[in-house]
């Protein structure tokens, strides 16, 4: 059986800062080339229209079960102020990702009311503790969204790896939160 190669253009169209680190790692963790925010930024914004002339290959590349992939699809919608693939980006964020916070941060910030309506109901899952990325970073936009969630997710639910996942996630929903929010 042969295997599928990934289908890679879009980080040719990203490309590498001038100390060879990818573009599309500087969003991971808000932190940017030499160049600085609004440069990166702007090499984004030239992928996103890359990408708007093959909506087909976005949508792949955000339901793609690579977070580099994910990642960068989400950027791009929150660089082009894009409300689209919200069926997509709902899918990785229920799939599961290593970027599930970048997920739920675009989710919320792009399509607020539908974001709203699907963390609601992941929160009134059943297996909810088995997802502390998610379940944290769904609770945690939902407030930022102004809403007032039926239940409270405290990391203290969770012990161990799980627990650090929980911690992780609600340090980078903030700072994406905080980040993103000043730029739509």
């Known amino acids: 059986m042969p295997i599928a190669i990934p289908d890679l253009r879009v980080f040719e169209w990203l490309g590498n800062d001038s100390k060879g680190v990818p573009y599309y790692l500087h969003p991971l ?65 229920r799939d599961g990702s290593f970027v599930v916070p970048q997920i739920a941060v675009t989710l919320g910030l792009l399509h607020g009311a539908a974001a709203r309506s699907f963390f609601e109901s992941f929160l009134n899952e059943p297996d909810l503790l088995g997802h502390p990325k998610q379940a944290v970073s769904a609770h945690r936009v939902l407030v930022r969204l102004g809403a007032q969630p039926i239940h409270n997710v405290s990391i203290e639910f969770w012990h161990n790896l799980e627990r650090d996942d929980a911690i992780v996630a609600e340090k980078v929903v903030t700072a994406q939160w905080d980040f993103w929010s000043s730029r739509i």
């Open 29 to 93: 963790n808000l932190v940017w080339s030499d160049a600085g925010v609004e440069h990166d930024l702007q090499v984004f914004r030239g992928a996103a229209d890359q990408l708007a002339g093959e909506l087909a290959y976005w949508a792949e590349i955000i339901r793609d079960a690579s977070w580099r992939h994910s990642l960068a699809g989400c950027t791009c919608l929150l660089v082009s102020r894009r409300h689209e693939f919200f069926d997509e980006l709902c899918q990785r964020f």
